[in-house]
């Protein structure tokens, strides 16, 4: 199922609430420079307004986990998959770092939430802090790593009980793994490196949480939480769901039905689809909401403004693309760098001329 923006520029200029919101999430994150990548500023478009349990069930084994070896199995055995939304098992992450040769290995707990739809890290790390420490030290003894780091916005703290805090800068896509890896750490990555292999690991803070969980024998499995939200008032709530509900249900119990809206689910509202009948929540799952109608045109003529690649996070030249594609010319992409995609779709976002460029790069990424 493809995924695309379901938000543009234009559509956020032409809506005076949530124009408001990104107004004031400019003012409130300021200005900060950064070590490289990325260069796109897409603050967020929805204010978070409280916390609801759709679950209602507790669990309580009364079976706490203090082997790191047997952590490691109940992680497996629970099926607990990375909750960035990218459904890798942890449990193969965690080996790989643990068998990994690196001599100073580094644990990277990813808060940084840069899509501008999402609201539930930020809500986890104000109300569980205590299980992100639980979580991180669990995580780093087993890997035996020498440094841990907390990335989030809006961090005041340098430290946390011997977790460094990084302050990341409000600019997207800040929490790619290898871009994030380039912000805290300063150190670049070849697109074929894969960081935990070399002893840097990088894991969601609801992961963290649910590592903690495990350990304390509290642990849901196939429950995650998301974001519930309108964007067409820029209003949201976090949800604690669990796999297979109908998203439908989820966001009509958690926000009321609305008539007229399309409902969309995804990894962010940068990445998103339009749900189709009884679509079910998923570890890929980070949102549902209502949202107006999405509508690209591949064909309209390109206004030569550069948004596109002047704010590419992977440096692709995707005017070029565009500027071939038109034309019908298919071969030599590669020049351009669109290998290199990581779909984060901040050029269709930005484009003036209503084209998912973002789709039109893909079409030659792979080639």
């Known amino acids: 199922m493809s995924s695309y923006p379901i938000i543009?520029?234009?559509?956020?200029?032409?809506?005076?609430?949530?124009?408001?919101?990104?107004?004031?999430?400019?003012?409130?994150?300021?200005?900060?420079?950064?070590?490289?990548y990325p260069k796109a500023s897409i603050p967020k478009i929805i204010v978070e307004s409280g916390y609801v349990d759709i679950v209602d069930k507790k669990v309580n084994t009364g079976v706490k986990i203090n082997e790191l070896n047997k952590l490691l199995l109940a992680i497996e055995e629970n099926e607990l998959t990375g909750m960035s939304g990218n459904g890798f098992p942890t449990y193969k992450k965690l080996k790989t770092a643990v068998e990994s040769a690196a001599q100073n290995k580094v644990l990277i707990i990813n808060g940084a939430e840069c899509d501008p739809g999402l609201v539930h890290d930020a809500w986890l790390i104000r109300n569980r802090l205590k299980d992100i420490i639980f979580g991180s030290k669990l995580a780093a003894e087993m890997i035996n790593a020498s440094e841990v780091f907390l990335a989030a916005k809006l961090m005041k703290n340098e430290s946390i009980e011997g977790i460094n805090v990084k302050n990341l800068p409000n600019r997207y896509p800040i929490g790619a793994e290898k871009i994030l890896i380039k912000e805290v750490l300063k150190l670049d990555m070849d697109k074929k490196d894969i960081p935990v292999k070399k002893g840097i690991l990088v894991l969601n803070v609801q992961t963290i949480i649910m590592i903690a969980e495990i350990a304390k024998g509290e642990f849901l499995r196939g429950s995650r939480y998301i974001t519930v939200a309108d964007y067409t008032k820029g209003e949201a709530k976090v949800a604690k769901v669990i796999y297979d509900m109908k998203s439908k249900e989820v966001l009509e119990k958690v926000l009321g039905k609305q008539a007229g809206k399309v409902i969309y689910a995804g990894g962010g509202i940068m990445g998103a689809h339009q749900i189709k009948g009884d679509e079910r929540i998923t570890a890929l799952t980070n949102f549902v909401g209502y949202a107006d109608k999405v509508a690209y045109d591949n064909d309209s003529k390109c206004k030569k403004c550069g948004n596109c690649s002047r704010n590419c996070p992977m440096g692709i030249k995707v005017h070029k693309v565009v500027a071939d594609y038109a034309k019908n010319i298919s071969s030599n992409m590669q020049q351009y760098g669109v290998q290199n995609c990581i779909n984060c779709g901040t050029c269709t976002y930005l484009c003036e001329a209503g084209k998912n460029t973002m789709e039109i790069v893909n079409m030659y990424s792979n080639k």
Request: charged residues 50%; positive net charge; without cysteine.
């Open 8 to 36: 543009t520029k234009k559509s956020v200029k032409s809506n005076d609430k949530i124009k408001k919101i990104q107004k004031e999430a400019k003012k409130k994150y300021g200005k900060r420079k950064l070590f490289g």
